[in-house]
């Protein structure tokens, strides 16, 4: 794709709506995006992305995990799972910020620890929708 539009200099929108169709396209909304210093060690960053859209026709909010590495994180694979009906007993805001303040606290004990955050990141991810 950057390939492509090196080499066509034109209007961005004007080339995504020839490639996807003006049909497709929907309306602007407005989201606010920030970025997080989470953990910070010597050797290694954990970074914290948030994304959410109050304003949109559905209401969302996406937070996303990734490492710096400075050379000092070991990630460790370990084999948790979660499908997409595992938080669907979230009921009401208080008990999604429940199981999200667990989840984000699970995650601080695992960098803490210098454990692999996949599988925290991917609870994160599902607690999301």
Known sequence: MNYFLDKNQGDCHEIMSEIFGSENKRKDEKLLVQEIDFYEADDFEAIVRVEMCDDCEWPWIHLNV???????????????????????????????????????????????????????????????K
């Open 66 to 128: 990734h490492i710096e590495d400075r050379g000092g994180y070991k990630r460790q694979k370990q084999g948790e799972v979660f499908f997409e009906g595992d938080f669907e007993h979230l009921s009401s805001d208080e008990d999604f910020k429940l199981i999200m303040r667990q989840a984000i606290t699970e995650l601080r004990n695992k960098l803490e620890r210098r454990e692999d955050i996949s599988s925290i990141n991917m609870k994160i991810q599902r607690i999301n």
